[in-house]
């Protein structure tokens, strides 16, 4: 059993800063990956952020140099710290691991904080 849990989410300015975080807990052997996913109303869910177990970090464009994303494999938890914000990054943020639970890989979801910037 796998559970990743989300917070951080609320109601802000454009221009403004919200700070995610996400705990994962569970039967997980390791952890491959972790990332952010968000999902606006009447979109696909897309890459926000991504780090993979080395570090390495990759960003979807339209938020590079405002999201930075920050994880403590070791610990499960992975952060997001969202500067600058715009009111087309309205959406429901999800954080992803990928994980060796049993003797599987697989991906992992949390239930959602909802990020809403106000213009």
């Known amino acids: 059993q796998v559970q990743l849990v989300e917070s951080g989410g609320g109601l802000v300015q454009a221009g403004g800063s919200l700070r995610l975080s996400c705990t994962a807990s569970?039967?997980?052997?390791?952890?491959?990956?972790m990332g952010w996913y968000r999902q606006a109303p009447g979109k696909q869910r897309e890459l926000v952020a991504h780090?993979?177990?080395?570090?390495?970090?990759n960003y979807a464009d339209s938020v590079k140099g405002r999201f930075t994303i920050s994880r403590d494999v070791a610990k499960g938890t992975v952060d997001l710290q969202m500067n600058s914000l715009k009111p087309e990054d309205t959406a429901v943020y999800y954080c992803?691991?990928?994980?060796?639970?049993?003797?599987?890989?697989?991906?992992?979801w949390g239930q959602g904080t909802q990020v809403t910037v106000s213009s």
């Open positions: 780090s993979d177990s080395g570090g390495s970090t």
């Open positions: 992803n691991i990928r994980a060796w639970v049993g003797r599987s890989v697989g991906d992992y």
């Open positions: 569970g039967t997980i052997f390791s952890i491959n990956a």
